[in-house]
C-alpha cells in the first residue's frame, strides 16, 4: 500500500493570484502493483489536500484488503483457501457488488469473462507465485478445466455471501482495479469534490471540468511496448474508461508471447491480432471488465457485441507490420483527436 503520497499543483492558472482560484492538484502513489494518479479541481488548501490524500489512500487499502489474490489476509484469499465452499460464505458488501458484476459480464460475454480462471492464470505464471518452469501440458489445462467455470458460483444479496461447488480459486484482478477507481470517485464526490480524473493502471474514470471549463482529455495510446505514443484523444466529463492490451503485460519463452488474458475455454493466453480494447462506460468496474472480456474474444466478436449492445469500444487491430482501428458508433462522439 501506499506509504508516501506526493500532492502537487500541475496548473497554476496563468495571469491569476487569487488564492480562491480552482486549480489542477495530483495525488499519487502506489497501489495493486501498479500506481494511481487522481486530478481534483480545488482552490488551494494544503490541509484539505492531506486530508483527501489519506482518505483515498483509505479507500484504496480496504479494497485491496478485500479482493487481492496477491495478500493472503485478503477476504478473497481467505475465501479461496477453504477446502469446501458449498455452504454461504459471507462477505462484505463491496466483494458481493463485485463478483455480481462479474458474473453478470460472465453472462453477457458469453464466458470470455470468467473470474474462476484463477487456477489457470496461476499455471501460465501470472499469479503470485510467479512464472512457471514449463508451459503448462495440455492434460493439466484439460483437467483444471473442468472444475472451473463461472457457473459454479452462486451469489446470496441479503446478507452478502457466496458459495461454489466444486471448490473454486477466485481472481478478481481484471475488474477490481476499476472498482478500486469507482470507490475513489465515490469517495470524492462524497466529500464534496466535483471535478477530478481518477486513474489507477490505466484505468480511468472522470468527472466535471478542468479549472477553464473544458472536458478532461484522455489518451488511447498506440500499442507498443516501448513508447507512449498517442492513438487517439477522447474527450469526457462524466463516465469511465478502461484499456485491456496484450502489449504490456505479457513475457516471451520461445519465440512465444504468452499474454496476461486468458480465453476460459482453451485455457491458454489468448493470441489472436487483437493489440487493444478500449471501452467507455458510466462507472469503471464495468469498463475494466469488459476491456478484458472484449480482448478474450477478439475483434469480429466483440465488435458484434459491442455493437448490439449499444457499448462506446475502440479497437486497434495488428496488420502485418502495423494497426488498424476501428471505432464503435457509440465510441465516435467521445473522438477529438
Ligand atoms: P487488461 O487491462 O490487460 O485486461 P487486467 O489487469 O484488467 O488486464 O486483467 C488481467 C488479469 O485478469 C490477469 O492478470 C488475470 O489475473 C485475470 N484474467 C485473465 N484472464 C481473465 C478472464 N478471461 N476473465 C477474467 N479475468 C481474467
Ligand atoms: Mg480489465
Redesign the pocket.
Known amino acids: 500500500m501506499a506509504s508516501t503520497v506526493m500532492v502537487l499543483a500541475l496548473a497554476a492558472l496563468a495571469g491569476c493570484s487569487f488564492q480562491d482560484r480552482e486549480k489542477v492538484w495530483e495525488i499519487a502513489g502506489p497501489v495493486f502493483g501498479t500506481a494511481y494518479h487522481i486530478k481534483v479541481v480545488l482552490p488551494d488548501d494544503p490541509q484539505r489536500l492531506e486530508n483527501l490524500s489519506s482518505g483515498i489512500e483509505k479507500t484504496l487499502e480496504q479494497v485491496d484488503a478485500s479482493m487481492s489474490?496477491w495478500r493472503e489476509d485478503s477476504e478473497l484469499s481467505s475465501f479461496n483457501r477453504q477446502d469446501d465452499q458449498s455452504d454461504w460464505v459471507p462477505v462484505s458488501r463491496n466483494l458481493y457488488r463485485v463478483l455480481e458484476r462479474?458474473l453478470e459480464i460472465s453472462e453477457m460475454t458469453g464466458g470470455?469473462?470468467?473470474?474462476t480462471?484463477?487456477p489457470?492464470?496461476n499455471l501460465w505464471g501470472?499469479?503470485p507465485d510467479g512464472r512457471p518452469q514449463d508451459t503448462p501440458p495440455d492434460e493439466k489445462l484439460e483437467e483444471v478445466l473442468t472444475r472451473t467455470g463461472y457457473q459454479n458460483l452462486s451469489l446470496r444479496e441479503n446478507p452478502p455471501a457466496v458459495k461454489a461447488e466444486p471448490v473454486q480459486y477466485l481472481?478478481?484482478?481484471?475488474?477490481a482495479?476499476?472498482f478500486g477507481v469507482d470507490q475513489v470517485a465515490e469517495y470524492l464526490e462524497n466529500e464534496g469534490v466535483s471535478a477530478y480524473l481518477v486513474e489507477i493502471?490505466?484505468?480511468i474514470r472522470v468527472n466535471g471540468r478542468k479549472p477553464d471549463d473544458t472536458a478532461w482529455r484522455l489518451a488511447v495510446e498506440q500499442p507498443t511496448a516501448e513508447g507512449r505514443q498517442v492513438n487517439r484523444i477522447v474527450a469526457l466529463h462524466k463516465a469511465a474508461m478502461?484499456?485491456?492490451?496484450?502489449y504490456?503485460?505479457y513475457y516471451e519463452s520461445q519465440g512465444q508471447r504468452y499474454?496476461?488474458?486468458?480465453?476460459?475455454v482453451t485455457g491458454k493466453p489468448i493470441t489472436h491480432s487483437l493489440a487493444s480494447v478500449s471501452v467507455i462506460t458510466d462507472d469503471c468496474m464495468t469498463a475494466?471488465?469488459l476491456?478484458?472480456?472484449f480482448?478474450?474474444m477478439g475483434f469480429e466478436r466483440a465488435n458484434a457485441l459491442a455493437v448490439k449492445e449499444n457499448l462506446a469500444v475502440y479497437f486497434i487491430v495488428r496488420r502485418g507490420d502495423g494497426f488498424e482501428t476501428h471505432a464503435t458508433p457509440a465510441f465516435l462522439s467521445y473522438i477529438v483527436d
Open positions: 489474490t462479474s470470455a469473462f470468467d473470474i480462471v484463477g489457470l492464470v501470472f499469479g481472481d478478481l484482478s481484471a475488474i482495479k476499476g493502471g490505466g484505468e478502461a484499456t485491456s492490451g496484450d504490456r503485460n499474454s496476461h488474458t486468458i480465453d476460459p475494466d471488465a476491456a478484458t472480456a480482448n478474450v
